[in-house]
């Protein structure tokens, strides 16, 4: 079946330093890939999307590369700020449905 | 557009009581999702409708949960009776059309508590 696969939180930085929250996937097909971030009390909100193999996606100075050889779409941020601490999800949608597959999620918080 | 919207924010309710929970869409928007967001299983598909017609309801759990559309602005999630492991964040959201990679927009959910 379709899933989604993110390293285990919490994830704790230092203002400025690098992120990376690795995504794996395992789908039948060429599914899209998303990532989507939850604010404390919030809705889930898209981040960043890739449709198709080698696309990079990018938004607020996060990407995410959609790699079908290794099956993985990981965010990576260069300088995190505190105002990113928040949940992050990956997420697949098939090329034959409107089912989005939600990974767990991923807590990162950031300390000034 | 101010986005998807549902109401109540919040609802405590005592065990065996109906509890009803709202959602406005997007305007435009073709498709519906009800989705359920607990730390033990994270984010559930539960049900999606398009155009207002019910598509895929597998993940509803079970008879006391049953959702509704009847019309392309407004749809209900209802639980009848209501047990105390319903409790957990339920998300409304909507997309605009079929797709690839067609985003969801989500609402701001409804935090159900069940005593």
């Known amino acids: 079946g379709n899933s989604v696969t993110q390293m285990e939180g919490p994830v704790t930085l230092s203002e400025e330093a690098f992120l990376t929250i690795n995504c794996t996937y395992t789908?039948?097909?060429?599914?899209?890939l998303f990532w989507y971030v939850q604010y404390p009390g919030e809705g889930l909100q898209l981040l960043l999307k890739a449709t198709k193999a080698d696309d990079k996606g990018s938004n607020k100075g996060f990407e995410a590369t959609y790699r079908k050889e290794t099956t993985s779409f990981h965010l990576e941020k260069g300088s995190v700020q505190v105002s990113d601490s928040a949940v992050y999800f990956c997420?697949?949608?098939?090329?034959?449905?409107?089912?989005?597959?939600f990974g767990p999620g991923t807590r990162l918080s950031v300390l000034p | 557009d101010a986005g998807v919207i549902q109401s109540p924010r919040h609802e405590v309710t005592e065990m065996g009581q109906e509890v009803t929970l709202r959602c406005k869409p997007i305007?435009?928007?073709?498709?519906l999702f009800w989705y359920r967001q607990t730390m033990m299983r994270g984010l559930e598909l539960l049900i999606y409708?398009?155009?207002?017609?019910?598509?895929?309801d597998s993940g509803m759990p079970e008879d006391r949960f049953s959702a509704k559309m009847p019309n392309a602005s407004f749809s209900t999630l209802k639980i009848q009776p209501s047990e105390p492991r319903d409790s957990a964040v339920y998300f409304c959201?909507?997309?605009?059309?079929?797709?690839?990679?067609?985003?969801?927009?989500f609402g701001q959910g409804t935090r159900l508590t069940v005593v």
């Open positions: 789908a039948t097909g060429y599914p899209s």
């Open positions: 997420a697949l949608k098939r090329d034959y449905g409107q089912n989005f597959v």
């Open positions: 959201a909507s997309s605009l059309r079929a797709g690839q990679g067609t985003e969801a927009f």
């Open positions: 409708f398009n155009n207002n017609v019910p598509i895929d």
């Open positions: 305007s435009g928007h073709d498709y």
